[in-house]
């Protein structure tokens, strides 16, 4: 069966997070990530002291999405600590 190609085109922004906890923070940019049907094209995490960590999220959207309100619903996490859209 050959694959039907989607008539949205895809467009890639990145996102610079820091979190409070790692883990969690990393489990919940990318569950919503894939809730919404993005796709990760990179995904980076670096460990500070303790359990804090900085993320830089690359996805994949549809064109037509708004960048503003995807950063709003990643930065609503407990664990987020700062969120911006580079």
């Known amino acids: ?16 997070a820091v979190v409070a906890d790692a883990f ?12 919404f049907g993005f796709i990760v094209r990179v995904f980076h995490l670096d460990a500070a002291d303790g359990s804090a960590a900085t993320i830089r999220l690359t996805l994949g959207i549809p064109s037509d999405a708004d960048a503003a309100v995807i950063r709003s619903r990643l930065a609503r996490h407990e664990t987020v600590v700062s969120l911006e859209l580079c």
Request: glycine content about 8%.
């Open 1 to 16: 069966m050959n694959a039907v190609k989607s008539a949205v085109q895809e467009r890639c922004v990145t996102f610079a």
């Open 24 to 35: 969690d923070g990393a489990a919940r940019m990318l569950g919503d990530a894939q809730r």
